[in-house]
C-alpha cells in the first residue's frame, strides 16, 4: 500500500498528513473515511514542513495489522459468548461473558501496542517531477 502525503508540525512534532481518498469517503466504514485528512506518525529522518512523502506499508503487515486489530476482539467476543453459553450460564451472563471477551481483545491491543507501532509506514521523500 502506497500513498503520498504532506509533511506538517502538530504541537511541535513532524507528521504526515494523508488526504483521502474519493472511495475513502464514498466507505466511511473506518476513521479515514470520516475526515477530510488522517495524520500518521513520521519514523526519525531528516524531513521539513511542507515535504511530499511516500507512504509505503508492506502487505504483509497491513494485514497482519487489521487482523489483529479486528479479529482479535471480535474471536473473543465469541469466545466469551460460548464458553459461557457451554457452561449454561443464563442469557445475561452470556452476554456479559461476551463483553468481557471484546474488553480482553482489547486491553491484549493495548498492551501490544508498543509492538504494533512497528507495524508503522515507512516514509521516505517522493522524487520531484520535472515540469
Not at 483521502?20 to 519514523?43: D, K, N, W, Y
Request: hydrophobic share 45%; proline share 5%.
Amino acid at each position: 500500500m502506497k500513498r503520498e502525503a504532506t509533511v506538517i508540525e502538530v504541537n511541535g512534532r513532524l507528521v504526515a498528513e494523508v488526504v483521502r481518498t474519493e472511495a475513502c469517503q464514498q466507505c466511511r466504514a473506518c476513521q479515514f473515511g470520516q475526515t477530510e485528512s488522517i495524520l500518521v506518525e513520521l519514523p526519525k529522518g531528516n524531513f521539513h514542513p511542507g515535504d511530499r512523502v511516500e507512504l509505503t506499508l508492506e502487505e504483509g503487515r497491513f494485514a497482519r495489522a487489521s487482523l489483529l486489530a479486528y479479529a482479535l476482539p471480535v474471536l473473543l467476543l465469541f469466545v466469551g459468548l460460548l464458553a459461557a453459553a457451554f457452561l449454561n450460564f443464563p442469557e445475561i451472563w452470556q452476554a456479559a461473558c461476551a463483553l468481557a471477551g471484546l474488553g480482553l481483545g482489547l486491553l491484549i491491543i493495548k498492551i501490544l501496542e508498543p509492538r504494533l507501532r512497528r507495524l508503522r509506514p515507512e516514509a521516505r521523500p517522493c522524487e520531484k517531477k520535472e515540469e
